[in-house]
């Protein structure tokens, strides 16, 4: 159960709505015939008020991942991979990730928008991926733009999207998986490339993918 809406915000709420429908509106039914459409809506205002309802709601929980998982211009300027994925203090940066990974990241402005799964046991790559499911991937400016923003928001190991108790946070190319975690005894981020394989990953890992 969320906070109540106060009058004003739900008025706004609403505006938003209703420009949303009179966008997306005359698209629909310009694909429909007005006959067809009008006999089947006649008399069941409350069931169509109840498809509504659910899509509604479902368009605007799409909206709020968007917010909180990114899908925004973060950065201040454009975020380039080759000067930030450096080892410096806080951080420390692995040569295969910059060879397989920062080398053939672009320059960009925006982070991906991404959701997570939480590891329940110890898992290999194969048993993870398929828990991801399809278009699991990330490129390698996705990556980079997106582990650079989380590292950024969690300066010193503080609470965020990454795990700051040891455990593996977990991001999955074609090429390779790229592992970030936080050494609370050198107060630093480390982040490095992996092969696939089957030792696996401990249980409480984070498995990171794209929100598509």
């Not at 899509?55 to 973060?74: S, Y």
């Not at 946070?169 to 390779?176: I, Q, T």
Request: hydrophobic share 40%.
């Amino acid at each position: 159960m969320g906070t109540t809406f106060a009058p004003g915000q739900v008025s706004k709420l609403q505006n938003d709505v209703n420009i949303a429908v009179a966008t997306a509106l005359p698209k629909v039914v310009d694909k429909l015939d007005p006959k067809v459409v009008l006999r089947a809506l006649e008399g069941r205002g409350e069931i169509f008020a109840g498809h509504i309802e659910t899509a509604l709601e479902q368009a605007i929980g799409r909206m709020l991942v968007l917010m909180q998982k990114g899908a925004t211009i973060t950065f201040d300027s454009r975020h380039d991979p080759d000067s930030f994925f450096r080892t410096r203090k806080g951080l420390w940066v692995g040569e295969e990730f910059r060879f397989r990974v920062v080398a053939k990241a672009e320059a960009s402005t925006t982070v991906p928008a991404f959701k997570h799964v939480d590891l329940p046991l110890d898992m290999n790559d194969a048993k993870i991926e398929k828990r991801l499911g399809d278009r699991h991937f990330f490129t390698e400016t996705e990556t980079c733009a997106l582990i650079a923003d989380l590292i950024a928001k969690q300066e010193g190991g503080t609470e965020g999207e990454l795990l700051n108790n040891g455990y593996s946070d977990l991001f999955y190319l074609v090429s390779c998986v790229v592992r970030v975690v936080w050494y609370a005894d050198g107060r630093k981020w480390r982040v490095c490339t992996w092969r696939r394989n089957d030792c696996g990953w401990n249980a409480g890992s984070r498995a990171f993918s794209p929100a598509n």
